[in-house]
């Protein structure tokens, strides 16, 4: 009787580990940060890198990571990206915003508690929107393929509930010719985005 509650014990044991591990290889991330450093000669937008002031930009990151190598998709937002600008050049802009999602490559250190350092780079969407206020010029909408690379740290209170702090950099990609070949190339719309928000991990 005492082996058949061993076995079934142990037997339980063995079921609930895997369970327990899976729970916390997702993750989710919600952020609040600020963009800076940045080129806004994107579409037929005049190359005005003064125009890239520092923003807020928000969004949130949902990822599995179950070991050394994971992955994520990053949303953000960032309302009011282009605004008035201090020096020679200064514009007046209407509704304006940038959105970016990308699918990243995750590299970290084993998942568990105490601090986590991070790298993590992919490719998606930059969507880049600007109207003008005085109508200088025509409204403007652009969905850029982008590139991002970026890394920082995990840090967590328990096994359910973290915080992390990120730095990214993004640019856009643009294709040089101008027949059906596609040939992709940096573009010339770049930022970097800083950002702190909790980690959930299940």
């Known amino acids: 009787m005492q082996v058949r509650k061993l076995l079934m014990i142990s037997a339980l044991s063995l079921m609930l580990l895997p369970a327990s591990a899976q ?34 930009d928000f ?12 992955f994520e998709v990053d949303l953000g937002f960032a309302p009011n990206f282009f605004e008035n600008t201090a020096g020679d050049r200064n514009f007046q802009f209407g509704t304006n ?22 790298a993590s780079a992919g490719l ?6 600007v109207s003008s206020a005085t ?4 409204n403007l909408s652009t ?23 990120d730095l990214r950099y993004f640019r856009s990609l643009q294709d040089t010719q ?13 930022f970097w985005r800083g950002s702190v928000g909790l980690t959930f991990r299940w």
Not at 30 to 52: E, K, M, T
């Open 23 to 56: 729970a916390q290889s997702w993750f989710f991330s919600p952020f609040i940060g600020g963009n800076f450093g940045g080129n806004a000669n994107f579409g037929d937008f005049p190359n005005n890198s003064d125009a890239v002031e520092r923003r807020m």
């Open 143 to 165: 969905n850029d393929l982008g590139v991002n690379i970026g890394g920082g740290l995990n840090g967590y209170f328990n096994d359910r509930i973290g915080i992390r702090g």
């Open 135 to 138: 109508g200088l010029f025509n």
């Open 59 to 70: 969004g949130a990151t949902l990822g599995w990571n179950p070991s050394v190598v994971g």
């Open 97 to 118: 915003n940038v959105t970016t999602v990308m699918g990243n490559l995750l590299l970290t250190v084993p998942p568990g508690g105490g601090l986590h350092p991070y």
């Open 178 to 190: 101008a027949n059906t070949n596609l040939d992709l190339s940096l573009g010339n719309f770049d």
């Open 124 to 129: 998606g969407l930059i969507r880049s929107s």
